[in-house]
């Protein structure tokens, strides 16, 4: 069982926007600013998406958000493109365990 | 650019030892965290643990305390996932990476370890 809630999967039609949640706690998500998302296409790395909840990485696409409120963490990819299609995981500093860093289980997108 | 480089794929049997390495480069590579994540075929990412290059300062996680070890040799700027004994549940793709505010900021390209008799 993963420590971060994330739905197992969302879909979306090309141009739209889809927002994935990952849900933690108050000894991670909810109480420091160190949330990640990444990106991982079938047989490659995972690759940064958002790092510090909402700050994107030099190259990475403006139509990638992130967010925060309490506990949850959100990723919100506007107009969507086919090759958004792919595994995403948030990832958090956390203080209950060590070390201090917790997964979630992954959302599938899926681009209609 | 900052670059991490992994050691390539490995096939090997139940009870052998296996030492797999990643390089990093294009950064002062003593300065910053590096972690190793398992991914079994299939599932999501786990943290396994992380090492500080400067002083070799090493976490595990508790499930994989005992069964890997995690070292560096920052002469060469490079990390090590090693094991003594494996088993076929070893079979995975693991990647390091670098830490930044934390977590996981660059990757490296994985390395496939499959265990079978």
């Known amino acids: 069982q993963s420590a971060l809630t994330q739905p197992a999967s969302v879909s979306g039609s090309p141009g739209q926007s889809i927002t994935i949640s990952c849900t933690g706690t108050?000894?991670?998500?909810?109480?420091?600013?160190?949330v990640s998302w990444y990106q991982q296409h079938p047989g490659k790395a995972p690759k940064l998406m958002i790092y510090?909840?909402?700050s994107r990485p030099s190259g990475i696409s403006s139509r990638f958000s992130g967010s925060k409120s309490g506990n949850t963490a959100s990723l919100t990819i506007s107009g969507l493109q086919a090759e958004d299609a792919a595994d995403y995981y948030c990832?958090?500093?956390?203080?209950?365990?060590?070390?201090?860093?917790?997964f979630g289980g992954g959302t599938k997108l899926t681009v209609l | 650019e900052v670059q991490l480089v992994q050691s390539g794929a490995e096939v090997k049997k139940p009870g052998e030892p296996l030492k797999i390495s990643c390089k990093g480069s294009?950064?002062?590579?003593?300065?910053?965290?590096i972690g190793w994540v398992r991914q079994m075929p299939g599932k999501g990412l786990e943290w396994m643990g992380t090492?500080?290059?400067?002083?070799?300062?090493?976490k595990y996680r508790p499930s994989f305390q005992g069964h890997v070890t995690i070292s560096v040799d920052k002469s060469i700027n490079t990390a090590y996932l090693q094991w003594s004994s494996l088993k076929a549940s070893d079979t995975a793709m693991y990647y390091c990476?670098?830490?930044?505010?934390?977590?996981?900021?660059?990757w490296g390209q994985g390395t496939l370890v499959t265990v079978s008799s």
């Open positions: 510090d909840v909402s």
């Open positions: 108050s000894s991670d998500v909810g109480d420091y600013n160190y």
């Open positions: 090492i500080y290059p400067g002083d070799s300062d090493t």
């Open positions: 990832c958090s500093y956390t203080t209950s365990t060590t070390p201090p860093v917790v």
């Open positions: 294009g950064y002062f590579f003593n300065s910053y965290w």
């Open positions: 990476a670098k830490l930044g505010s934390y977590l996981p900021f660059s």
